[in-house]
T-cell receptor, first 112, second 114 residues
């Protein structure tokens, strides 16, 4: 089955700095790569996603890049704010099923 | 807010008992998936229901079962509870056939097994 690795497990940045989280996957047939933000006591919230026919996607301060050859994709958050503090999960979808395989999560802390 | 609602939000059970968790999907969504999230881990796929039938299953034993109703709401049942079943159980709804893979999660039901 699909294997997803996520790094780093924890990340601390100062407010205003950028944060980058990287995930690698194993199955080259994977075609959908979402990122979820999970705040304490809440369910995961979809923040951005990218499909295999696109190399980069941006939404305000958040961007995702995909390298299909290397089988990795990254989340980039610029101008971080305290409310960005949360656990971030990458995920991978294989084919047209709805089964997502998640990474192990990155705890992002944005300090003042 | 995703429109996916789950109940109960928290519950405590003892080993060997049975539990039923409920989920109402987002309006217009016909597919419900269940995930188990252990503390400090990413969500793990349990199974998916589409048109009231199981449509894919992860590595979970048969004592994990589910139902989907005509209104697309769903239940997750776990029999013979074990300590390791303690986790956050997440329901996610989606629109099958659209092929987007977009899942919208509820807030989860936190189960503690003593």
């Amino acid at each position: 089955g699909e294997n997803v690795e996520q790094h780093p497990s924890t990340l601390s940045v100062q407010e205003g700095d950028s944060a980058v989280i990287k995930c690698t996957y194993s199955d080259s047939a994977s075609n959908y790569f979402p990122w979820y933000k999970q705040e304490l006591g809440k369910g995961p919230q979809l923040i951005i996603d990218i499909r295999s026919n696109v190399g980069e996607k941006k939404d305000q301060r958040i961007a995702v890049t995909l390298n299909k050859t290397a089988k990795h994709f990254s989340l980039h958050i610029t101008e971080t704010q305290p409310e960005d503090s949360a656990v971030y999960f990458c995920a991978v979808l294989l084919g047209t099923a709805s089964k997502l395989t998640f990474g192990t999560g990155t705890r992002l802390q944005v300090t003042l | 807010e995703t429109g996916v609602t789950q109940s109960p939000t928290h519950l405590i059970k003892t080993r060997g008992q049975q539990v039923t968790l409920r989920c109402s999907s987002q309006s217009g969504h016909n597919t419900v998936s269940w995930y188990q999230q252990a503390l400090g881990q990413g969500p793990q796929f349990i199974f998916q229901y589409y048109r009231e039938e199981e449509n894919g299953r992860g590595n979970f034993p048969p004592r994990f079962s589910g139902l989907q109703f005509p209104n697309y709401s769903s239940e997750l049942n776990v029999n013979a509870l074990e300590l390791d079943d303690s986790a956050l159980y997440l329901c996610a709804s989606s629109l099958q056939g659209r092929g987007t893979g977009e899942l919208f999660f509820g807030e989860g039901s936190r189960l503690t097994v003593l």
